[in-house]
């Protein structure tokens, strides 16, 4: 990962466009955990856009919530091309291999945008199946246009009914672009972070997610 993170501040200088988190090696993607009971209130996903680079990094969080209606615990999913500079250049043009086995160093970056939503166990399910095939293919592709980490994304948000974005847009687009689908009908949103993109080659800052990880 921090391989890769010297390889955004690279695509982002040649190509002015970059953003999507990577991991160098590939393992086999663990299948989510099944629910807990719910009797606390149900369950949530979160859909955030991490800040690195120009375009951002889309990715879910998911998990319980306490009686509160707090995230009491939380696991994660994305997609991300897997290599090095050269591979993630060449994803901007053509299908490069990709990844869906979390990356915890994406927790490291601030969270630019989010829009949290509340699960029944009913739709807590149906999210559990989506990120099982979503992650099923063993020989997944990344590329910057075709099926980045916003396709990713938005196959979960169709999985529990919502609305998600057809057109390309970067991920600090795509996050507010999905709540503004959807904020018509019962949700829970975070406020978007006062922050702009960090430049191409500046030092990601420290990191800001204090959801509980399971």
Same mark, same amino acid.
């Given at each position: *990962?921090? &391989? ?9 200088? /040649? ?11 590939? +393992? ?16 949530? !996903? ?5 800040? !690195? ?12 919530? &306490? ?20 591979? *993630? ?57 075709? &099926?980045? /980490? ?18 390309? +847009? ?10 503004? *689908? ?33």
């Amino acid at each position: *990962m921090r &391989n890769y993170f010297s390889a955004i501040a690279g695509v982002a200088a /040649c190509l002015l466009s970059v953003g999507f988190s990577a991991t160098a090696t590939a +393992q086999t993607p663990a299948e989510p955990a099944k629910p807990a009971a719910a009797s606390d209130g149900g369950y949530y !996903i979160d859909f955030r856009v991490a800040q !690195i680079g120009a375009y951002g990094h889309s990715y879910v969080a998911y998990g319980r919530l &306490n009686g509160n209606g707090k995230p009491a615990s939380a696991q994660y999913a994305d997609l991300h091309p897997r290599g090095n500079y050269a591979v *993630m250049a060449l994803g901007h043009v053509l299908p490069v291999p990709a990844n869906t086995v979390w990356d915890p160093d994406v927790l490291k970056l601030p969270v630019a945008s989010s829009y949290r939503r509340r699960l029944s166990a009913s739709d807590y399910q149906k999210l559990l199946a989506a990120i099982k095939r979503a992650n099923a293919n063993k020989n997944p592709y990344w590329n910057a246009i075709s &099926n980045n /980490c916003n396709h990713y994304v938005a196959e979960l948000a169709r999985a529990i009914g919502l609305k998600a974005p057809n057109d390309f +847009q970067v991920s600090y687009a795509f996050i507010p672009a999905l709540r503004a *689908m959807n904020e018509g009908t019962q949700s829970e949103t975070r406020p978007e972070a006062k922050r702009k993109p960090a430049p191409a080659g500046a030092r990601a800052p420290a990191a800001t997610d204090q959801t509980p990880r399971s």
